[in-house]
């Protein structure tokens, strides 16, 4: 699969928008059209932050696991985890730049 580039205007101050994306259970109010049975344990956010979902999809269930891996506040952080479907690790991340709009 290729990569994806997605980009949003977020009219939010940067600090605001990365303390809110740094818990990772956040993570499920934007991704529950495709990973459900959220499970988060470990730190609530930072580095050793951990959840555990399933993909949304028919058939046998696909379960991956998140763990966020490094971060530089607060423009970046990286999640890491075995790709369910494959038996390699994917890495998604979230970048914060820019200013919000006046």
């Not at 607060?74 to 006046?102: I, Q, V, Y």
Request: hydrophobic share 35%; charged share 25%.
């Amino acid at each position: 699969m290729k990569p994806v580039t997605v980009s949003v205007v977020v009219p939010n101050a940067r600090e605001q928008v990365y303390r809110h994306l740094d818990v990772l259970a956040n993570h499920e109010e934007f991704t529950d059209h495709m990973l459900v049975d959220w499970q988060c344990s470990g730190p609530r956010s930072g580095v050793g932050a951990r959840a555990r979902m399933r993909l949304k999809k028919p058939g046998r269930p696909d379960w991956m696991e998140l763990e966020v891996a490094w971060l530089r506040i607060p423009r970046l952080e990286r999640l890491a985890g075995p790709s369910p479907a494959r038996s390699c690790a994917a890495a998604t991340g979230a970048r914060c730049s820019g200013s919000p709009p006046s």
